[in-house]
C-alpha cells in the first residue's frame, strides 16, 4: 500500500513563492505518473499539474502555467511543486496524487493513491 505525504504549505504573501513537497511510502512510485491538485470549500478538486513516469512529460492547469512547476525524484520517491508569483485565488488545500492509468492532458484524473493535503494560503 502506498502512502503519500505532502509538506511545505503555508501562508505568503501575494507574489511569494513556496515549494510543496510529496513523498511515497510503501512502495517505489517511480512507474507511476503523478501530480498535483486542489481544492477550495464547496468547490470540486481541481488539476494543477501532472508528471509522466518517466518525468519527460508535464501538463499544466492554465492557471498556473508559467508560474508552477512539477518535477519529481524518483531516488527519493518524491515529487514536487514550485510555486512562483502565487496569487489569492492559488489559496486551497493541495493533494498530490499517483496513478498508473494513461497520463494525456490536464483530464487525467488519478484514483489508485491521494495524500491528505497541505494548506496553502496566499494573502492579498
Known amino acids: 500500500q502506498v502512502q503519500l505525504v505532502e509538506s511545505g504549505g503555508g501562508l505568503v504573501q501575494a507574489g511569494g513563492s513556496l515549494r510543496l513537497s510529496c513523498v511515497g511510502s510503501g512502495r517505489t512510485l517511480s512507474f507511476y505518473h503523478m501530480g498535483w491538485f486542489r481544492q477550495v470549500p464547496g468547490k470540486e478538486r481541481e488539476f494543477v499539474a501532472a508528471i509522466s513516469w518517466t518525468g519527460s512529460r508535464t501538463y499544466y492547469a492554465d492557471s498556473v502555467k508559467g508560474r508552477f512547476t512539477i518535477s519529481r525524484d524518483k531516488v527519493k520517491n518524491t515529487i514536487y511543486l514550485q510555486m512562483n508569483s502565487l496569487k489569492p485565488e492559488d489559496t486551497a488545500t493541495y493533494y498530490c496524487?499517483?496513478?498508473?492509468?494513461?497520463?494525456?492532458?490536464?483530464?487525467?484524473?488519478?484514483?489508485?493513491?491521494w495524500g491528505q493535503g497541505t494548506q496553502v494560503t496566499v494573502s492579498s
Open positions: 496524487a499517483a496513478d498508473r492509468s494513461a497520463l494525456y492532458d490536464s483530464t487525467w484524473y488519478p484514483n489508485e493513491y
